[in-house]
């Protein structure tokens, strides 16, 4: 299982960005997929999930409206498409798969190593 | 939202030690509590899912319990590699939270 994520950079407040995760390894159509982020020195925030026909979503209260989560089953990828940045979005951001295939259990038994994302001006 | 709260925030301990953190959930989420294990530059790494299984090739040192709302990780002797920043995060509904971590540190 190898979850590549890719994306981030400097972005000024207000801007747009779009966070790829790139997964091999497993059949990724058959399991829920997730991004969790950490700013720096800090603990780790659940962002957003997405079930593994895109039948169901969730977002944390902190980015529902500005963030949205994608998926394309024929390319094996995750998205994560990021708008109306502030400097509180500044973080590492992870995808992390579901541990159960299927229905999936919420918990997350891998995960890429993160993508800097940097909302300043 | 359900609130996780985890204690102690840090813990200074030495190879050998025992030792037990605890996380408290502000509602009932039956058995939906994992932990993970962080090491510094490094993504996270499930150790236990449904408040009490061993994720595979998690070893048996580390345990996990719970009692009604509040659940417990606990290793047994503590060895080198142990030394990190733990999480708790309920899997019952979204949005999914985690507690704020616990460092374990020399």
């Known amino acids: 299982v190898q979850l590549v994520e890719s994306g981030g950079g400097l972005v000024q407040p207000g801007r747009s960005l779009r966070l790829s995760c790139a997964a091999s390894g497993f059949s990724f159509r058959d399991y829920a997929m997730y991004w969790v982020r950490q700013a720096p020195g800090r603990g780790l925030e659940w962002v957003s999930g997405i079930t593994s026909n895109s039948g169901d979503i969730g977002y944390a209260d902190s980015v529902k409206g500005r963030f949205t989560i994608s998926r394309d089953n024929a390319r094996n990828s995750l998205y994560l498409q990021l708008t109306g940045l502030r400097p509180e979005d500044t973080a590492f951001y992870y995808c992390?798969?579901?541990?159960?295939?299927?229905?999936?259990?919420?918990?997350?038994?891998?995960w890429g190593q993160g993508t800097l994302v940097t909302v300043s001006s | 939202d359900i609130q996780m709260t985890q204690s102690p925030s840090s813990v200074s301990a030495s190879v050998g030690d025992r030792v037990t953190i605890t996380c408290r959930a502000s509602q009932g989420i039956s058995n939906w509590l994992g932990w993970s294990q962080q090491r510094p530059g490094k993504a996270p790494k499930l150790l236990i899912y449904?408040?009490?299984t061993l994720q595979d090739g998690v070893p048996s040192r580390f345990s996990g319990g719970r009692s009604g709302t509040e659940f417990t990780l606990t290793i047994s002797s503590l060895q080198p590699e142990d030394f990190a920043t733990y999480y708790c995060?309920?899997?019952?509904?979204?949005?999914?939270?985690f507690g704020g971590g616990t460092k374990v540190e020399l």
């Open positions: 995060q309920q899997a019952h509904t979204f949005p999914l939270t």
């Open positions: 992390a798969r579901d541990k159960d295939s299927g229905a999936g259990s919420y918990f997350f038994d891998h």
């Open positions: 449904a408040a009490s």
